[in-house]
Every structure is written in structure tokens, then in C-alpha cells.
């Protein structure tokens, strides 16, 4: 028993293997089935048969109208051809059998014909007593012979009905007295074939449009869907980026702007990847420097007590610059996030922030003989927050250093940096302007974006990022100047922070005079 149950258990296996393959495949069917009949080829085919039937239908009014006429008129010259041969013959009466035959062959049960304002009864068989529709031939619009048409179709087969009109536009008029069972029987025939035809119209017609359409605008869709399926899966595959046709029409334009946006996105999500990576370095470094300036801070407060006069002017500035390098380090991560910390504005001295910025550039510079040229009127204040300002100035003084430094050495070549500032009523401009070799155009293109504004070659263009973000945070502006000469030149203009009008009332009046002082 354990040796057959061996045996059966793979096998059964192998069964629901087969049966789940088949049940996927099934499913897989049934749901393109479902597809082709909910997506826009099925909407298609079904609205083009619709519509082309509407169109069939439209054109069969009047065409079973005119065939109703015809057949009337037919019987009509029939009967106006067997009444002038038997009105000739006047003197001659015609036997019965005659009669009948004449009847018979114009299937009706009364000839009337009407020449020189008589009336002659040519033929007569069975006369109704009553009649119960009148139509004249000759005195006919086509809605009302839609009408006439559709009411004989649906409601016919039972009537006496009196049909007259003249013969051949002639004085002659020829009427005649005939039920309306052979009409309708006639029409019905006609109808059938019509639809019978319309049928195979309707089809044929949407397949072809169908066919056509489905070339020209559902497969490019679908190939557009795909693409965007595949790239919704896969966005970094470089095979799931769509490629368009050659054409010139909205799909094709399409096609191309969805190409573009893709590669777009996919240098975007790289980006968002290397900065990623990136935070998760610096987070690592910075993790371990901020042990590093811990220490050189002690070691930093230790220089103020030696007796070295250079050692004592030069210490404040290293305190001060580990300072802002611990600073630095609390809040390295900050950008990428939702922003910068508010600035705290206080009132400055441009001057001292400027200088401070070039004492800690002048030995990164010295060596290559860069000159720092500070034109900034010692009395200028500007409002704004002293760390986040000296990271403005410094970072584009910076940038403007190492593009000189960048340089071939050349003895007769000017490399000088410029800072200069004024003050405009309430707004400090700050201008930093250097001799080197100017911007590329592609930093141009990407200025102040980070990762991609960069200059010179493995920078990341932070410096820029930020000190734009800085100044914003100010409420001011920073640009880069156009300007004739060689070099790179930004303009900073900070605004004075508003006084809020309430507070501006609040504040005693100047020149009021004191109300408790006598006269």
C-alpha cells in the first residue's frame, strides 16, 4: 500500500501541474477575450457597425419610399397602356374574359381613365364598396411619401387603395382601384434585401476600419501602454525605454515627448540614487568628524594662552572657524530635506564678515598668487544671519578660487577676486566678481542645481544649491551678472527685514512733545 501510494502522489502532482497550467492559460484567454471587447478595439468595432447600420438605416427611408413609388407607378403605366388600347376601340365591346385578363394583368379591380374631362370605366371586377386610402402620383413630397411607405409597411396588407396620377405629363389621367396585399408583400421582399445587404455593408465596413484603425492608432497605443507597464516595473531597465516612430502625427509626437520624459526620469531616479549613497557617506563621515573637531576645539582653546603674538591673533579665527565647522557638521544633512534653519538676523558689519571670509581663503590661495580685493565701505550693515552669510560669500569666493587656482600658471595673468557691496535704501547688494575664465555653458543650463551645476570637473555644484537656498531664506536674490571682461561675477541683494506696521505704531513719536514737561 505505501509502494502505490508512492507511486500515485507524483503523479497527481503532475496532474494539478497540467490542470493549473491549463486553468492559467484558460484564464489568460478568457481575460483577452474580456480585453478585446472592453478595450478600444472591441468599442471600436461595435461603435463603427452601429454607426455605419445608423447610416444604412437613414438611407433606407427614402429608398423603400421611392421603391413604393415605383411599384405604384409601374402598375399605373400598365394600366394607362391596356386603357388607350381599349379606349380605341370604342365601338367594340369587350367580352368579359377580356375584362378580367386586363384585371388581372395589372392586378387591379378598377381602370378609370380620364380624357377630354370625361371619365371612361375601362375595367371592372369586384368594386369595392368603400376605398380606403387616396394617393396622388403627381402631388407627392418625400416625407410624405416616408410616411405613406412606412404606414403600408406596418399596417398594410388589408386595404382597398385609389392610386391616380397623369399620363406621361399629358391631359390624360389614369386612375386605378387595387388592394394594397401585393404592395406590401413587394415591400417587405425589398426590405429584407435591404437589411440582408445592409448586414454585409456594416460588416465589412467595420472590419476595414477597424483594420485601419487599429493599424494606424491601437497598436501604437498599446505599444505606448506597454512601454509605460514596463517602465512602471523596471523604471532603471535601459530596454524599458519607449522607442517611437518615424511619423509625424500626434502618436508619433507622443511617442517622442514619452521617450524623453522617461530617459528624463531615469536620470532623475540615478540622481536620487547617488544622493541617497551620498547621505548615507556623509552621514558616515560626519558621524566620525564631529569626534575629530571635538578634539581640535579642546586643542583650539589651548592656543589662546601661549605667549606667540601670531599665535594669539591667529587663534580667534581658528576657534572661530572650528566653530563653524562643528556647526557645519550638526546640520551637513539638512539639505535635501524640507529646508534650511531660519535664519537669525541681526544687524552686521559687511566688512568684518567679508574679511573673516578671505583670512580663511588667503592660505588656500596664496600659493598661486590670488589677490582678494574687499571694496566694502567699513560703515555698511547689512540684516542678516552671520553664519549663514559668511556660507554664502564664502562658498562663492571659494568657487571662484579654485577656478583661478584651475588656471595654467602665468605670471603676467591677473587672478584676483572682488567683493564689493553698497547699499541701495533698504537693500545691501554683494557682488563677488573674479578674473578667471568664466562659466561654461552647461553650468549656465544648470545653474544652482545640485549634482548638476557643478563646474569644474568631480565638484557637485552644493555650493551654489546652497547659498542660493541661503539667500532666498533672506528674502533676497542672487544672480549671475552678464558682464564684458573674463571671469565669473554673482550679485547677492538682501533686503532689511520689514517693520510691521503695528509695532511701528506702537513706538513713541520722536518729535510729539512731552506731555508732563511745562511750557
Not at 572650528?322 to 534650511?340: M, N, P, T
Not at 549656465?444 to 555644484?461: D, H, M, P, Q, Y
Request: aromatic share 4%.
Amino acid at each position: 500500500m505505501r509502494k502505490s501510494r508512492a507511486w500515485r502522489c507524483p503523479r497527481k502532482r503532475r496532474a494539478n501541474v497540467r490542470d493549473g497550467r491549463q486553468d492559467t492559460t484558460a484564464a489568460a484567454a478568457h481575460e483577452a477575450k474580456v480585453r478585446l471587447w472592453r478595450g478600444l478595439s472591441g468599442r471600436l468595432l461595435l461603435l463603427t457597425f452601429v454607426f455605419v447600420t445608423l447610416a444604412e438605416i437613414l438611407i433606407f427611408l427614402p429608398a423603400i419610399a421611392n421603391m413604393r413609388l415605383n411599384w405604384l407607378s409601374d402598375r399605373l403605366n400598365t394600366a394607362a397602356a391596356a386603357s388607350v388600347v381599349v379606349d380605341g376601340l370604342k365601338d367594340v365591346v369587350l367580352p368579359k374574359p377580356v375584362r378580367d385578363d386586363t384585371l388581372m394583368a395589372t392586378d387591379t379591380k378598377a381602370i378609370v381613365l380620364t380624357k377630354d374631362g370625361m371619365r371612361h370605366l375601362i375595367a371592372v371586377a369586384d368594386m369595392p364598396p368603400t376605398v380606403d386610402y387616396q394617393y396622388d402620383l403627381d402631388k407627392v413630397s418625400l416625407p410624405r411619401a416616408i410616411y405613406d411607405a412606412f404606414d403600408e409597411l406596418l399596417f398594410g396588407g388589408d386595404r382597398v387603395i385609389r392610386v391616380f396620377c397623369p399620363v406621361n405629363k399629358s391631359t390624360m389621367k389614369i386612375e386605378v382601384v387595387m388592394a394594397d396585399r401585393s404592395l406590401r408583400a413587394a415591400m417587405i421582399t425589398y426590405s429584407q434585401n435591404v437589411l440582408l445587404i445592409s448586414l454585409v455593408i456594416s460588416l465589412i465596413s467595420a472590419g476595414l476600419i477597424f483594420m485601419a484603425i487599429n493599424r494606424i492608432m491601437i497598436r501604437p497605443i498599446r505599444r505606448l501602454t506597454n512601454s509605460i507597464e514596463r517602465f512602471s516595473e523596471q523604471p532603471e531597465a535601459a530596454d524599458s525605454i519607449f522607442e517611437p516612430g518615424k511619423g509625424g502625427d500626434e502618436l508619433a509626437v507622443a511617442g517622442r515627448h514619452l521617450q524623453k520624459m522617461q530617459k528624463e526620469l531615469q536620470k532623475t531616479l540615478r540622481q536620487q540614487k547617488n544622493l541617497a549613497e551620498l547621505g548615507l557617506a556623509v552621514s558616515k563621515i560626519n558621524h566620525d568628524m564631529r569626534n575629530i573637531l571635538a578634539s581640535a576645539q579642546l586643542i583650539s582653546d589651548r592656543l589662546g594662552d601661549t605667549e606667540d603674538p601670531m599665535v594669539k591673533r591667529l587663534a580667534p579665527k581658528l576657534v572661530r572657524t572650528i566653530d563653524r565647522a562643528v556647526s557645519y557638521s550638526d546640520s551637513v544633512l539638512s539639505f535635501g530635506k524640507a529646508s534650511e534653519a531660519e535664519p537669525k538676523r541681526r544687524l552686521l558689519r559687511l566688512k568684518a564678515v567679508v574679511q573673516d571670509v578671505c583670512d580663511v581663503l588667503t592660505g588656500v590661495g596664496a600659493e598661486s598668487g590670488i589677490e582678494f580685493d574687499i571694496r566694502v565701505p567699513d560703515d555698511l550693515t547689512v540684516d542678516a544671519d552671520p553664519d549663514q552669510l559668511f556660507r554664502v560669500i564664502h562658498n562663492l569666493t571659494r568657487n571662484a578660487v579654485q577656478a583661478l587656482m584651475n588656471e595654467p600658471e602665468d605670471e603676467a595673468v591677473i587672478r584676483r577676486v572682488t567683493v564689493s557691496a553698497y547699499r541701495t535704501g533698504s537693500v545691501v547688494s554683494i557682488s563677488v566678481d573674479d578674473t578667471g575664465p568664466g562659466m561654461p555653458q552647461k553650468a549656465r543650463e544648470n545653474l544652482f542645481k545640485a549634482f548638476r551645476g557643478s563646474v569644474r570637473s568631480g565638484g557637485t555644484g552644493l555650493g551654489l544649491a546652497i547659498a542660493r537656498e541661503l539667500v532666498l531664506a533672506h528674502g533676497g536674490t542672487i544672480a549671475l551678472v552678464e558682464k564684458a571682461q573674463p571671469g565669473t561675477q554673482f550679485r547677492i541683494e538682501i533686503p532689511d527685514r520689514p517693520i510691521a506696521i503695528d509695532g511701528f505704531r506702537r513706538q513713541p513719536s520722536q518729535t510729539s512733545p512731552n506731555p508732563s514737561s511745562g511750557s
